[in-house]
């Protein structure tokens, strides 16, 4: 009876404790863990190497814990951190990891231009139906050069909110604002397809464009745009240039912002293709 007794505790001692696995064994069974950061995907790692310590937020269902997990009121999601920062800081990785999001939207962009329902549904106008079929017959796989276009302009650290609105707001809008010179369909046409995301990259501290040149008709302008919370907000939209053309669209972008804002100091540099 006593054996029985014995037995019965010490079973359900055993049923109470096999629900929970400590962050000790999580350790050893988790081999490979791979993580993204801002501007940098490291190789796969093991958990607690030696480049820096590693987070675990333990989440179940709608709660949180930390410390035990596997617990049998739901699935455990894990989401690891690597708080090594010792590489975010890196303007040439920041850079690649944003051109290649603006690749993205273009491709976006690109394939609903290509689709009939989706113009069919946004618009019944010949006019700007055309225009995006000109659009759509060009290839945005590859750009042939991509530009930063940014500047001590774009560092609104003011107190003056009607000054800091319009700079943003210029920025923002420079798509539209070189569309618009062309006329209304390309304004129109281009204002359909715009696209956007957004993705997580805290060491963007301002607005900045990206234009994306092609040998077509229309290249492509991206604007990133930070929040406090280190996500960046990217919204792509085509863009038609003078058929007169400049010496550079990357420049005559820039003429048309430092007009909008009354602005000279704008720089316009190339960066490598991702």
Same mark, same amino acid.
């Given at each position: 009876m006593?054996l029985?007794?014995?037995?019965? /505790?010490?079973?359900?001692?055993?049923?109470?404790?096999r629900?929970y696995?400590?962050? /000790?064994l999580?350790?050893?069974?988790l &081999?490979?863990i791979s &993580?993204?950061?801002?501007?940098r995907?490291t190789?796969?790692?093991?958990?607690g190497s /030696?480049?820096?310590? /590693?987070?675990?937020a333990?989440t179940?269902d709608?709660k949180?814990?930390? @410390?035990?997990?596997g617990?049998?009121d @739901?699935?455990?999601a894990?989401?690891?951190?690597?708080?090594d920062?010792?590489n975010?800081?890196n303007p040439?990785?920041?850079e690649?990891l944003l051109?290649a999001k603006?690749r993205?939207?273009?491709?976006?962009?690109?394939q609903?231009?290509r $689709?009939k329902?989706?113009?069919?549904?946004m618009t019944?106008?010949?006019?700007?139906q055309?225009e995006?079929?000109?659009? $759509?017959?060009?290839?945005y796989t590859t750009?042939k050069e991509i530009?930063i276009?940014?500047g001590? $302009?774009?560092?609104t650290?003011t107190?003056?909110?009607?000054?800091?609105?319009?700079?943003e707001r210029?920025i923002?809008?420079?798509a539209?604002m070189?569309? @618009?010179?062309n006329?209304?369909?390309p304004l $129109?046409?281009?204002?359909?397809l715009?696209v956007?995301?957004t993705?997580?990259c805290p060491?963007?501290?301002?607005?900045i464009?990206m234009l994306?040149?092609y040998?077509?008709p229309y290249s492509?302008l991206?604007?990133?745009r930070?929040?406090?919370?280190?996500?960046?907000?990217a919204?792509a939209s085509?863009?038609?240039?003078?058929a007169?053309?400049?010496?550079s669209?990357?420049?005559?972008?820039?003429?048309?912002?430092g007009s909008?804002i009354g602005?000279?100091?704008i720089t316009?540099r190339?960066?490598?293709?991702?």
């Amino acid at each position: 009876m006593y054996l029985a007794i014995f037995e019965h /505790t010490n079973q359900k001692s055993i049923a109470m404790k096999r629900p929970y696995i400590t962050l /000790t064994l999580l350790a050893a069974a988790l &081999t490979i863990i791979s &993580t993204v950061s801002c501007g940098r995907r490291t190789d796969p790692a093991v958990t607690g190497s /030696t480049d820096g310590p /590693t987070q675990i937020a333990v989440t179940d269902d709608t709660k949180a814990k930390e @410390g035990i997990i596997g617990s049998a009121d @739901g699935p455990t999601a894990i989401h690891v951190a690597d708080k090594d920062t010792e590489n975010i800081d890196n303007p040439a990785a920041m850079e690649s990891l944003l051109a290649a999001k603006g690749r993205q939207l273009i491709g976006q962009m690109g394939q609903l231009a290509r $689709s009939k329902e989706y113009i069919l549904m946004m618009t019944s106008s010949q006019p700007i139906q055309n225009e995006i079929s000109l659009i $759509s017959a060009a290839d945005y796989t590859t750009p042939k050069e991509i530009f930063i276009i940014d500047g001590k $302009s774009f560092e609104t650290d003011t107190l003056d909110f009607v000054h800091k609105h319009i700079v943003e707001r210029a920025i923002r809008s420079a798509a539209a604002m070189i569309n @618009g010179l062309n006329g209304t369909q390309p304004l $129109s046409a281009t204002s359909i397809l715009q696209v956007d995301d957004t993705l997580l990259c805290p060491i963007l501290k301002h607005t900045i464009i990206m234009l994306f040149a092609y040998d077509a008709p229309y290249s492509a302008l991206v604007t990133y745009r930070p929040a406090e919370d280190g996500t960046v907000a990217a919204v792509a939209s085509f863009v038609k240039f003078p058929a007169s053309g400049t010496a550079s669209v990357s420049h005559y972008v820039a003429e048309v912002i430092g007009s909008a804002i009354g602005s000279e100091e704008i720089t316009v540099r190339s960066i490598d293709i991702p």
